[in-house]
């Protein structure tokens, strides 16, 4: 019950975290035009956040294995707290600036969470909890927008204001209801505790299984990054939809990953491979975002987007599965962070590359995720090699 009860306390906060990242992401520029945010400029609003995130989110995974989870848990959740607000009293593009670094340098809430299922799940429960755990992020993050553009007709703060209430109650729950996982704190047990150091962000690529399946995560991520400006652009300019049309649309999109992940129990019991069913999705992922790029009408794209979007959900459940199972205890949070950390850079190079190559053809930007996606395939079936060998 204790393990269960953890479980669902995570699964909560997780929809909260990604409830309130989701409702203030679409804002941030219509919010931010009074202020003097351009075109340019948005784009460097939201790398500052990611950029933020790749630095620290390595050092607050190191802590967690250090002092314990649940105190790294609770200084993320009042930084992310604390950044809305300040989006909220906002009266300067400084202070945007101020409040996507401070949320970007106490991101820690994703990486550590996954640590915590890391140290509360056997090898038999840790593909089905990721899963769990990304399908109840994935649910926060689609029903965001929706709540956001509703609370907006109240005033332009609202959303902002409402999205620290929530993580604030993240912070409230994990206070009183959330039992430290991490057992083997190094400052609790007189052993000399390592300091984090930046190099690891390499040094942690270099691990044979591990560091193949974080830069597939990085490839990965930065492929769904770059449709996402090419899914935007092709949905307004060729398919002439509106913003509730491509709303639902993208709702649509995020509720088959979700489906797929809660799926994973299931698919498990027919492949027990992880580095397989990694294989196979992003393979399908690769013929689906191809077909993509051939569409010129609304059928064939939504299709192929939504099939995509199928497979591309067990992305993260089977790689951080694979991360987990081969990770030392001790290292969890650290290795979870650099996982993270390159996730939040592949979020930033996607949409700057679909950018500079939206100059070709709406089209091509679907090639390019193409491409990525491709590299990312070449590398699973180096995964699988490495994973029979071990």
């Known amino acids: 019950m204790k393990l269960s009860r953890t479980l669902w306390v995570l699964v909560f906060i997780s929809i909260i975290n990604s409830l309130g990242f989701g409702i203030i992401i679409p804002l941030l520029y219509s919010y931010g035009k009074k202020f003097g945010v351009t075109e340019q400029t948005i784009g460097l609003l939201t790398a500052a956040f990611s950029i933020s995130q790749f630095f620290a989110t390595p050092v607050l995974g190191s802590l967690s294995d250090k002092f314990g989870r649940k105190p790294i848990l609770v200084l993320s959740l009042v930084g992310t707290c604390a950044s809305f607000i300040l989006f909220g009293f906002a009266n300067s593009i400084i202070m945007l600036f101020a409040a996507r670094i401070l949320d970007g340098l106490t991101g820690g809430n994703i990486s550590v969470a996954q640590a915590m299922i890391s140290d509360m799940s056997s090898p038999k429960e840790r593909a089905k ?26 005033g332009a703060q609202v959303p902002f204001f409402f999205a620290a209430g929530i993580a604030f109650l993240g912070v409230m729950l994990t206070l009183f209801l959330l039992e430290e996982t991490n057992k083997n704190k190094k400052g609790n047990n007189g052993e000399k505790s390592n300091n984090f150091k930046f190099k690891s962000l390499i040094t942690v690529l270099q691990k044979p299984v591990i560091g193949t399946a974080i830069f597939i995560g990085f490839l990965l991520t930065m492929a769904q990054f770059t449709m996402l400006i090419g899914f935007q652009t092709f949905s307004v300019d060729n398919l002439k939809l509106n913003p509730t049309q491509i709303g639902l649309f993208y709702a649509g999109f995020g509720v088959t990953g979700i489906l797929m992940q809660l799926a994973v129990p299931l698919i498990k019991k027919v492949i027990s491979s992880q580095a397989l069913i990694l294989l196979i999705s992003t393979l399908f992922c690769l013929g689906m975002m191809v077909l993509t790029g051939f569409a010129t009408g609304l059928i064939l794209f939504a299709v192929s987007i939504g099939i995509y979007g199928l497979f591309n959900g067990l992305r993260n459940p089977m790689l951080n599965t694979i991360i987990a199972d081969r990770n030392e205890e001790n290292e969890r949070g650290k290795v979870m962070g650099v996982n993270q950390a390159y996730a939040s850079i592949g979020q930033t190079l996607g949409p700057v590359t679909a950018g500079l190559i939206t100059t070709i053809s709406v089209h091509s930007i679907f090639f390019l995720s193409s491409l990525y996606i491709l590299i990312a395939f070449l590398f699973s079936i180096r995964l699988k090699s490495k994973e029979s060998k071990s």
Not at 137 to 148: D, E, K, R
């Open 129 to 154: 909890n990721f899963g769990i755990l990304g399908s109840a992020f994935g649910f926060g993050f689609v029903i965001g927008p929706a709540i956001g553009g509703l609370l907006s007709g109240f």
